[in-house]
Structures are given as C-alpha cells and as structure tokens.
C-alpha cells in the first residue's frame, strides 16, 4: 500500500514572508502532495502572520538567546527536528545554517535565492546584480551545503533587467517567477514516486 499522506514540510524565513505565503496557499491545494507542518524563524518575522492565519504552528529560535552560534544551530535542529520534516524549506531565511542543521537535514533541506547562481550569492543577490548592471538575472532553488550559496542548483529562472528598476521593482519581479518555480520544486520533491511495474501494492 503507498501511503497519501503529505509530506511534511517545514519552512525557515526571516522576514515579510510571500514566500511562505506562496507555500501555504499550494499546501492547502487539494491533493497537494505535501503540507507545511510548521514556520521558523531567527527573528519577530512579520511572515509569521501568514503561517498562524493558515493555523499552522510557529516558532522563533534567536541567535541572540543563545551563547554562541553552534548553541543556536543546535537548537534550530532541535526544533525543527520536533516537527519531523520530509523536507526544509529556507524562504528568505537570512542566517547561514551551521553543521547541526546540516547533519540533520544535509540533502533534504533547499534553500531559494534571488539570483542567478552562481553568480551574485549572499545577503544581496539583487542588489548586486543590478550593481554590477546585469541585463538578464533571475531566481535559483538549490540544495544548502555549508557554503554561502554553493549548493546544487534544483532550477533557475530568468528575469530581464529593465533600465529603470530599482533593487525593489526588480526584487518583486523576480519573486513572482520565484515563488512559482520554489512550489513546482517542493511539489517535486514531496510527491510520491510511481510504484514501478511489478511492486506490490
Ligand atoms: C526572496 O526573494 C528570497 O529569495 C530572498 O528574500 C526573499 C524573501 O521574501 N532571500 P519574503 O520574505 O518571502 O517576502
């Protein structure tokens, strides 16, 4: 029998939260193959408001109520541990994660940058496109490893630069390409592989 029942998936952000609030509105698709089973974040995130609207559980865990950055990794694995995800979503989660993340989730934990990797990693991406003055520029989904940005790219789409935009005209653009292809990866990964000719059912 292969089980129907959702993946769960756990999303981190950091800030206004449409990423999470484009998540939420897919999970709660019929026959969306995934759900989100909690929202976290290192900071009061406004976005916070678009997971307790949907009555989904949050959490903040802080840098700052922690001794030093491997207390506060250790604990943001522990919470997000307590949720039992399939799959983390970082959704403008802007704090790199550290080992105790990474040995929890390495390989099931993405993360959604508003460039085109690899070029214009970091807190900036847009900024430094539009910066280094760039014509074409994008979004990317990759894997986190333990580098800034480094990951295997799951899918990149492109955006044009046009003459007048400013970090935030272009940053908008870029997340109405980017929230749709981070929901067409989470579906990706969250759906449920065909049973092969053959397998028992
Ligand atoms: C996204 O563009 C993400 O790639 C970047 O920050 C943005 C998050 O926006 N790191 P929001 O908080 O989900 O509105």
């Not at 999970?27 to 009555?55: C, K, M, N, T, Y």
């Not at 840098?63 to 039992?84: E, I, Y």
């Not at 070029?119 to 333990?146: C, M, N, Q, Y």
Request: aromatic residues 2%; charged residues 20%.
């Amino acid at each position: 029998m292969h089980s129907t029942t959702p993946a769960r998936v756990v999303v981190l952000l950091s800030g206004g939260g449409s990423t999470l609030a484009a998540l939420l509105r897919a999970h709660a698709e019929p026959d969306s193959p995934f759900q989100i089973v909690a929202a976290i974040a290192d900071v009061d995130a406004p976005g916070l408001d678009h997971a307790r609207r949907a009555g989904v559980p949050t959490a903040v865990v802080r840098l700052r109520d922690h001794p030093d950055r491997a207390a506060w990794d250790a604990q943001l694995a522990s919470t997000v541990g307590g949720f039992d995800p399939a799959l983390v979503v970082l959704a403008g989660f802007m704090r790199l994660v550290g080992p105790a993340m990474l040995e929890a989730f390495g390989g099931r934990m993405i993360n959604t940058h508003p460039a085109l990797l690899p070029s214009f990693p970091g807190a900036h991406g847009v900024r430094d496109a539009l910066a280094h003055g760039v014509k074409v520029t994008g979004a990317s989904v990759i894997e986190v490893d333990a580098g800034v940005d480094t990951g295997r790219i799951l899918a990149q789409r492109a955006v044009e630069v046009l003459d007048d935009d400013t970090e935030a005209s272009l940053h908008e653009r870029i997340k109405q390409i980017e929230q749709p292809m981070l929901v067409d990866v989470v579906r990706h990964l969250t759906s449920p592989t065909p049973p092969a000719e053959g397998d028992p059912l």
